[in-house]
């Protein structure tokens, strides 16, 4: 009798450790920033928002949150299959983000130490958020038997550059969307026990709190420069900050729609929701943001999904890189004209936004 060997499922740098994903335009980015000007900035006009910011910060209600209990200690080799594969890659991508945001913060946290030292507690204090949001998604991957090297991954990723401002655009976005993202789950999983495959998000009703609070600090540091947000530029920046991050995040989900649906939820209604929370929730402090209800919004965003799916299908066939490349090219460019059409989507004035709850 003759046995085949199965293929490893992941590739490896080492045993049990896990290759980093390929990086893409849809992969998790790692930042860096102009350090320099960001230690010279004033933030004097809204000093006494940070100051009760950072007395939150250090109440670290969290610090006995992230702790394994009993939930864990069992077999996982019942979620198998495409199953298990879309969720490792959820781990790995969320592991991947959280640990993006504690390079970040912690490099802020020691660049900004003797120019400004109130927003340098604030970033170290998020940072060690971070670090356990970050640790304990790498310490569930080992329960599928791999991890990452988060010390290769921080070697081995390419850096970002955003200036200072940029960065607090999509810093304050991810941190409201990742609110949104897990508050939602949770919710769902209270209501359907059944569809908690995994004890990792019982975790999440606090650890979204993390990510709320992370958000508000970026809205006062916002708040505290006005020229970020009281002009026509910014009024175009918030937008396309707007747009990338919606559009990235319904995109990766589609691609992972099995995914959701073993935890019990459309992919496609969970991103509608959570995008509407989130523009909601940036219109208190973005000037405009995006009119997520007018009909073009979504029927661009399906034809991105249509189109990446044959990009994908591409990449999988046997055709040299340049032929592969010919065929990608329209699509490439079907992609680009539906991302101009949805920024030239008319925006809402957030300002008519204002008394209204979500």
């Not at 394994?68 to 790995?92: C, M, P, V, Y």
């Not at 991954?153 to 409201?176: G, V, W």
């Not at 065929?327 to 949805?342: E, G």
Request: charged share 25%.
């Amino acid at each position: 009798m003759v046995t085949t060997l199965k293929k490893p499922e992941y590739e490896e740098i080492r045993p049990g450790v896990k290759a980093p994903a390929k990086e893409t335009i849809l992969t998790p980015r790692f930042y860096t920033t102009d350090f320099d000007a960001m230690a010279e900035m004033d933030i004097t006009v809204n000093e006494e928002e940070l100051q009760a910011i950072v007395a939150e910060f250090r109440q670290d209600y969290n610090r006995h949150h992230f702790v394994r209990n009993a939930d864990f200690d069992q077999s996982w080799d019942h979620i198998d299959g495409k199953t298990r594969q879309l969720f490792i890659e959820f781990l790995e991508r969320s592991c991947t983000a959280e640990f993006s945001g504690f390079l970040l913060y912690k490099e802020l946290g020691r660049r900004l130490k003797n120019k400004s030292p109130l927003l340098a507690e604030c970033f170290n204090l998020m940072s060690r958020d971070e670090a356990r949001h970050a640790g304990f998604l790498n310490k569930a991957m080992s329960d599928f038997n791999l991890s990452l090297d988060l010390g290769f991954l921080t070697k081995s990723r390419d850096y970002t550059f955003f200036q200072p401002k940029f960065i607090f655009y999509a810093t304050y976005l991810s941190e409201k969307i990742g609110y949104w993202r897990y508050i939602t789950i949770y919710r769902h999983l209270e209501q359907h026990p059944e569809s908690r495959i995994y004890p990792i998000f019982k975790f999440f009703e606090n650890w979204c709190q993390d990510e709320n609070r992370h958000g508000d600090f970026f809205d006062a540091i916002l708040k505290a420069k006005p020229e970020y947000l009281n002009d026509w530029k910014a009024k175009l920046w918030c937008r396309f900050f707007l747009l990338s991050v919606f559009a990235t995040m319904y995109l990766n989900d589609i691609q992972r729609a099995d995914f959701y649906a073993s935890i019990g939820l459309d992919a496609r209604s969970y991103d509608k929701h959570v995008i509407e929370r989130t523009n909601h929730t940036a219109g208190r402090v973005f000037p405009v943001i995006i009119d997520v209800n007018n009909p073009a919004f979504y029927d661009s965003l399906e034809i991105c999904v249509s189109n990446c799916e044959k990009l994908r299908a591409i990449d999988a066939t046997n055709a040299i890189a340049p032929i592969k490349f010919l065929r990608k090219l329209p699509l490439f460019l079907s992609n680009a004209s539906q991302f101009i059409r949805l920024y030239f989507i008319k925006p809402i004035d957030s300002e008519t936004l204002q008394g209204k709850v979500l």
